[in-house]
């Protein structure tokens, strides 16, 4: 079992930097890979990206990469989604969740954080 808590989400201006944390319980997190999605407002949930679980295979989809950057630290069981040059449509709830390996497929992870919101002014 994997408990997920999201940090870092807030309000910030268009061109601007957040970075969002994932905190997992328990001693098992290197055992999993870690990915990071988003939901906007009537829109479905969308892959963001995803890390390998030492960390060394990254995977972005188009809309984020050079943008963002996945990262993770063993040692604090967190991992990390750091954004730049945000847009107003990267304003959504953002998700961490774990998989046993990596994927961009929202179903293959089995566990999921309660969502933090990212809100990108104009």
């Known amino acids: 079992q994997v408990q997920l808590v999201e940090s870092g989400g807030g309000l910030v201006q268009a061109g601007g930097s957040l970075r969002l944390s994932c905190a997992a319980s328990?001693?098992?997190?290197?055992?999993?890979?870690m990915g990071w999605f988003r939901q906007a407002p009537g829109k479905e949930r969308e892959f963001i990206a995803a890390?390998?679980?030492?960390?060394?295979?990254?995977n972005y989809t188009d809309s984020v990469k050079g943008r963002f950057t996945i990262s993770r630290d063993n040692a604090k069981n967190t991992v990390y989604l750091q954004m730049s040059s945000l847009k107003p449509e990267d304003t959504a709830i953002y998700y961490c969740?774990?998989?046993?390996?990596?994927?961009?497929?929202?179903?293959?992870?089995?566990?999921w954080g309660q969502g933090t919101q990212v809100t990108v002014s104009s």
């Open positions: 890390l390998s679980r030492t960390g060394t295979i990254t």
């Open positions: 328990g001693r098992t997190f290197s055992m999993y890979a």
């Open positions: 969740a774990a998989a046993r390996y990596s994927t961009r497929i929202s179903n293959d992870y089995s566990y």
